[in-house]
C-alpha cells in the first residue's frame, strides 16, 4: 500500500524559510506525477505545486511562484518543497499527494494517494 508521510512543518516568521519532506514508501518516484496541496480549516483545498515524473516540468500556483519550489530525490524516493519569503497567509496545513494527470496550466489533477500532512504557520 502507498503510503506518504510529509515532516518540516512548524512556525516560522513572515518572511522566513522551511522545506517540507514528502517521504513515499512502495513507490518509485520516478514513475509518478507528485504534487503539494495545502487546506486551511473551513477553506477548500488547494494546489500548491506539481511535479511530473522527469522532474522536467513543474507546476507553481501563482500564489507561490517566485517563492515556493517543488523537486525530488529519485534515489531516496523524496519529495521537498521548498518555501521562502512565507507569508501568513501561507498557513496551512500541507500535504504530498500522487497523481495521475500532470497538467501544465492547473497542476495535479485526479489525485489518488495522500499523506497525513504537516502544519505551516506563518506568524510573528
Known amino acids: 500500500q502507498v503510503q506518504l508521510a510529509e515532516s518540516g512543518g512548524g512556525l516560522v516568521q513572515p518572511g522566513g524559510s522551511l522545506t517540507l519532506s514528502c517521504a513515499a514508501s512502495v513507490i518509485t518516484l520516478d514513475a509518478y506525477i507528485m504534487g503539494w496541496f495545502r487546506q486551511v480549516p473551513g477553506k477548500e483545498r488547494e494546489g500548491v505545486s506539481c511535479?511530473?515524473?522527469?522532474?522536467?516540468?513543474?507546476w507553481l500556483a501563482d500564489s507561490v511562484k517566485g517563492r515556493f519550489t517543488i523537486s525530488k530525490d529519485n534515489t531516496k524516493n523524496m519529495v521537498y518543497l521548498q518555501m521562502k519569503s512565507l507569508k501568513p497567509e501561507d498557513t496551512a496545513i500541507y500535504y504530498c499527494a500522487t497523481s495521475d494527470l500532470f497538467s501544465p496550466s492547473g497542476g495535479c489533477k485526479m489525485t489518488r494517494h495522500w499523506g497525513q500532512g504537516t502544519q505551516v504557520t506563518v506568524s510573528s
Open positions: 511535479l511530473d515524473p522527469s522532474g522536467g516540468r513543474a
